[in-house]
């Protein structure tokens, strides 16, 4: 009847998943995450029982995320922009597809070709996904803060102007 079946199923469901964390860790943390909401962990709970088990697991960044995680060699994998809280899938889609075409310069190239909210930069510099174009988050967090307060003052002046 129904409880057998559903215990059958579930039964492998649970045989897959612990195979997958035994002989395929990286595959099976991104694709737990990729899955996200799932209702029983946070990514950031599923990163540290992967680090935990001695995955190794890189940032998002900007030049090297996907949308999804990604599985990087044997042991390791890369966070992708999903877990970005208030990131658009589309900005995010559009970032990889400019990223296709050529590679970021610097923010400033970066910032003229993907059209990013002044809220999703913060977040990506918060998040340390700026680093690439600066020494480290801090940095990227200042520089992004002097070029939303410089388009800010270019505005108030053009709006005076007129």
Known sequence: GFPESHAISFAILAYGSAYLKVHRPPEFYASLINNQPMGFYTPATIVKDAQRHGVKVKPVCVMKSDWRCSVVDD??????????????????????????????????????????????????????????????????????????????????????AG
Request: with cysteine; net charge negative; hydrophobic share 35%.
């Open 75 to 160: 042991n390791t994998f890369r966070l992708g922009l999903c877990v970005t809280n208030g990131l658009r899938q589309e900005h995010s889609k559009e970032l990889v597809s400019q990223r296709q075409d050529r590679q970021f310069e610097s923010l400033e190239d970066f910032k003229r070709r993907v059209p990013l909210t002044k809220d999703e930069l913060r977040t990506l510099a918060e998040l340390g996904a700026l680093n690439c174009f600066a020494e480290h988050r801090r940095a990227a967090m200042w520089e992004v803060e002097e070029t939303v307060h410089d388009d800010l003052l270019n505005r108030a002046i053009l709006g005076s």
